[in-house]
């Protein structure tokens, strides 16, 4: 008996069944995905304003703009004048509950108007966080301006970039 179960186990290793031609089968998949609102970012503030400043002749100074759009010269003066020191603001708007990162030019150059005399600013935003509640996330741009010594007298400006990205 021991022999013919060995006999047919040997057979069946030498020699698989055959499949019957036209044996088929099938299984199926599943795909998905998700599509979240666009990630928008607008100005929303009045721009980024150092104020009116008087510089020192002798000196370089700074003027920094907190995010709260608190102003903090040193070296150099700040004046009662046409413009009121003030931090930017931006809103980014999308998917609620989505997180994001900013990304900021850091290094601009104002340029006075009707010359070639410039000034740079260090930028910086506040912390990126989450899209929340009604689907949108207000964040400031601050920064540190410096002055140089008997800076030319004029209005300076400059632009910069911010970019909201979905993480």
């Known amino acids: 008996m021991k022999k013919i179960v060995l006999a047919a186990f040997a057979a069946a290793v030498a020699f698989p069944a055959a499949a019957a031609p036209g044996d088929t089968d099938d ?8 599509i979240v609102a666009p990630i928008t970012i607008t100005n929303t503030g009045s721009g ?4 009116t400043i008087a510089p020192d002749d002798t000196a370089s100074g700074t003027v920094t703009i ?8 040193s070296g150099v003066v ?19 509950g989505q997180a994001y990162t900013i990304d900021i030019d850091t290094d601009v150059t104002l340029t006075r ?16 966080g989450d ?8 964040f400031a741009v601050g920064g540190e301006l410096t002055v140089g010594a008997g800076q030319v ?6 632009t910069y970039t911010v970019t909201a990205t979905y993480d």
């Open 78 to 96: 700040l004046v009662a004048g046409a413009t009121t020191p003030s931090a930017d603001e931006f809103t980014v708007s999308g998917e609620d």
């Open 113 to 128: 108007a009707g010359g070639t005399e410039t000034m740079t600013a260090t930028l910086d935003a506040e912390s990126a």
């Open 27 to 34: 299984a199926t998949g599943t795909a998905t995905a998700v």
């Open 48 to 51: 980024l304003n150092f104020g």
């Open 66 to 73: 907190g995010y709260t759009g608190t102003a903090t010269p």
């Open 131 to 138: 899209i929340i509640g009604d689907g949108n996330d207000v």
């Open 153 to 158: 007298a004029g209005s300076y400006s400059g």
